[in-house]
């Protein structure tokens, strides 16, 4: 009898969970509306830097045309005032028309001279800002659009039921951003699903490499290592997963691939919160 009631009280197995299951545990269409909506903001954003930067070079020109216009004033007001003066010298007798001429001549040109090279000099470095710019704004546009281009990636491969599929949607990603950490542990995961596991584990390698601080990757290499019976190699790497973040103790309660770590001795105080263990202790 008592055999009897243990059996009636024993918790439901994984695959009794997963057949009790009423609705998807995700919905995709929600994801996709938040992608949307942070495709939408990042090109608000860009766009909103492309008219900043065009307002504030259009100031520089406006500016650069009130000097070059303020140059001509003066100039000109120059030219009066030795205009006046050589009436003054003529008048007392100091120079001839000539010589005040070829002198007055040579003043302006002097003068002129200068304030061109000057006004050049401003203007070279006008362009070269304005090329930079040029140049900025071409970039920003292009990591937007490969930024765009990966979360459609991402969100295919959610959505794709092959893991075929998925890692040649995961190395499509890599060749766009060689260094996305989480690509590689994805890519991993798949690799495992395929029984890939030396594959998995040199993926994850690369992504620690990447991302010393990647969970994702950390638990991976447990997973791979307790499928190749490496129980205790698992478990270490199953400790640093769980040191990152909490969220891989639950993981690691549900995944298959960690039930061979059971009889380690450390494995359920790894699985198992502080404040659990200090409520069972009392």
Known sequence: MADGVAKQSSPPTLQ?????????LYKPFIERYIIDEIKVLRSELEQQKVEMIREITDRELKVANSSISYAT?????????????????????W???????????????EKVGRLVEEYEERLERVEKELLRKSRIIQENQHELEVTNEVQTLWVKASQETSWEQKIRLYDRILELRPDNAEALTYKADAALELN???????????????EPDSGHAYFQLACAYADLGASRI??????????????????????????????EPDFMSVLTRREELAGSEA
């Open 196 to 210: 890939q596991h030396q594959w998995a584990i040199s993926l994850c390698n690369q992504a620690l490499t990447v």
């Open 234 to 263: 698992a478990l270490d790497y199953l400790k640093q997963a769980v040191s990152i973040s909490d969220e891989y103790r639950e993981q690691g309660r549900q995944e298959q691939r960690l039930l061979s770590l059971s009889q």
């Open 95 to 109: 120079n001839s028309i000539r010589e005040i001429r070829d002198r007055v001549q040579s003043i302006a040109d």
């Open 73 to 93: 004033d003066t100039v000109t007001y120059f030219f009066y005032l030795i205009a006046a003066a050589s009436s003054i010298l003529l008048i007392v007798g």
């Open 16 to 24: 009794e969970q997963v057949e009790q299951l009423e609705e998807p």
